[in-house]
């Protein structure tokens, strides 16, 4: 059990404290984070706060942001947070770094290791092939996934289809996420709801289009940018937009990996995939 309890008026925390833990007690603690580095400056994005602070622990922060924990307990403390001490840190015998016990029981032959850093580097996205090959992995086994990043979007889509899930860092921008298949109902959905996210033609989006005159239009072309930056781009974009504006995007492939991410918000994506590589995105606000 990770230390996160409160000692009086002060929440006691330690390296392995999730930071969504973190805000839920003191949302000043959203800018004292962001403002140590710029790869954290992220965590005041609303959506991409969501996807980042759940899967990510204090000690996984620093380490993004290429600071130090001491800079992270320097920034907090000042809220009101008290860090516990080594020995605390080893509550109930969890020691630093320990797997969970069903990677640890894992054997070599229920491990799928698959990296995708050549395909990434190539320009190709793996996520197709990570479902394929989680689809096909029989329930209690492990597929690991070595990436130069940190898949959150991936430990999100995976964790909605039943995944357990477990990072390790072994080097900078060598990542190690392991994810372990339970056995998950058979009716549980595997795509994004499909009342917000419509498929056109030319003519179609054409349509859509019109509505948003370019003076409503903002426009984004990540076809350039390398993973994860094109997810990222769009959703520090998204709580931009004023009202009755629409977010126009050049992408070269239907991101999938977003659409999961705002099937839960109030975003309607309108996608029109004039040929391979080359994908325009529609994106509205619901109300």
């Given at each position: 059990?990770l230390?996160?309890?409160k000692?009086?008026?002060a ?12 805000i839920?007690a ?7 984070i962001a403002e ?6 992220k ?5 991409l ?17 290429g600071?130090s924990?001491?800079?992270i307990?320097?920034?907090l403390?000042?809220?009101g947070?008290?860090?516990s ?7 109930d ?10 990677l640890a ?5 229920a491990?799928?290791l ?12 793996p ?7 989680y ?8 597929l690991?996934i ?28 060598v ?18 709801e ?6 056109h033609?030319a ?5 859509v ?34 009202p ?30 004039v040929?391979?590589g ?10």
């Amino acid at each position: 059990m990770l230390v996160h309890y409160k000692e009086g008026t002060a929440m006691v925390i330690n390296k392995h404290t999730r930071v969504s833990e973190v805000i839920k007690a003191n949302a000043d603690s959203i800018a004292a984070i962001a403002e140590l580095a710029k790869p954290l400056h992220k965590l005041k994005n609303p959506l991409l706060r969501r996807v980042m602070a759940p899967r990510v622990t204090l000690a996984e922060a620093a380490a993004i942001g290429g600071c130090s924990l001491a800079d992270i307990r320097a920034a907090l403390e000042p809220l009101g947070f008290q860090f516990s001490d080594e020995a605390a840190d080893k509550e109930d015998g969890q020691e630093k770094g320990q797997r969970p016990d069903w990677l640890a029981a894992a054997e070599d032959g229920a491990i799928d290791l698959f990296d995708v850093r050549e395909l990434i580097e190539s320009g190709d996205d793996p996520l197709k092939a990570i479902v394929q090959r989680y689809r096909a992995l029989p329930a209690r086994n492990v597929l690991c996934i070595v990436n130069s990043f940190i898949p959150y979007p991936l430990i999100n889509l995976l964790g909605k289809k039943g995944a357990d899930s477990f990072v390790e860092t072994v080097a900078d921008n060598v990542h190690y996420t392991w994810f372990f298949k339970r056995d998950v109902p058979a009716e549980q959905t595997e795509a994004p709801e499909g009342d917000r996210v419509t498929m056109h033609d030319a003519s179609s989006f054409d349509r859509v289009l019109a509505a948003y005159p370019e003076t409503r239009r903002i426009y984004l072309d990540v076809r350039p940018l390398p993973m994860p930056q094109p997810m990222e781009t769009i959703l520090e974009t998204l709580p931009t937009l004023a009202p009755g504006q629409a977010l126009f995007v050049q992408h070269k492939r239907v991101p999938l990996h977003l659409l999961e991410e705002l099937a839960e918000q109030a975003y309607v994506v309108h996608i029109y995939e004039v040929v391979e590589g080359d994908v325009k995105l529609l994106i509205v606000g619901s109300n």
